[in-house]
């Protein structure tokens, strides 16, 4: 808010092909950038950001690279710790949470085995798109509820748990009340019971 609405920071000669934006919240598993050279059969997994953009392999400009073997990424997502409504409020520098495999920015050139690179299970307010992301993905989803598709995929369900904590809840209340009133409630019904059989007959 003090500084207002900016795309590119320019504190200390921020490059806008690579720095746009605020970055801090930015999740990567790989970044290249000014590099030559051959890739080799990499995996990278479960890269997330709770505010920001998170990507698998990302191929930044000045970079002549070729990838060879499998390449395979899995388990990327961004703004997990947001809401659809908070990322409709966001302003520059913070830009939607963007969700990616492999993408290549602004002159870069990959050279690549056509169906060896593949993404898997990526979750963004939004996905890069074929032309500037590298290989199939799969199970790729743009999501406006992001939390509930990440707590799908991951098989957790947050309901169930609470049922679950709930009835445990109830049944330590149960026990306790047994405990604490039962054995009283017994000792009276005995008493009562014991005053019923010295009670004389009135004929």
């Not at 930015?26 to 990507?55: C, L, P, Q, T, V």
């Not at 698998?56 to 703004?79: F, P, Q, R």
């Not at 409504?85 to 056509?114: F, H, K, M, Q």
């Not at 406006?144 to 309901?159: A, V």
Request: with cysteine; proline share 3%; aromatic share 8%.
């Amino acid at each position: 808010d003090t500084c207002g609405e900016y795309q590119v920071s320019t504190i200390s000669q921020e490059d806008p092909d690579i720095q746009w934006g605020y970055t801090a919240t930015r999740a990567h598993g790989m970044i290249i950038d000014y590099a030559n050279g051959i890739f080799d059969g990499i995996k990278i997994e479960n890269i997330e950001s709770n505010y920001g953009s998170s990507w698998g392999m990302n191929i930044y400009k000045g970079s002549d690279i070729e990838l060879t073997g499998e390449i395979i990424v899995n388990d990327i997502v961004a703004g997990s710790g947001l809401a659809m409504d908070e990322v409709s409020g966001l302003i520059l520098p913070n830009y939607v949470p963007r969700g990616c495999s492999i993408e290549v920015g602004t002159d870069a050139n990959v050279i690549w085995d056509a169906g060896m690179s593949v993404g898997n299970g990526v979750i963004g307010y939004e996905l890069c798109d074929d032309e500037t992301r590298i290989g199939d993905c799969n199970d790729c989803v743009l999501n406006g509820n992001l939390n509930e598709s990440k707590r799908d995929k991951k098989g957790l369900m947050p309901p169930v748990w609470i049922v679950v904590v709930m009835i445990y809840g109830v049944l330590m209340m149960l026990v306790c009340y047994i405990k604490v009133f039962g054995i009283k409630d017994l000792k009276i019904m005995k008493q009562m019971r014991m005053d019923e059989e010295t009670m004389p007959l009135l004929m």
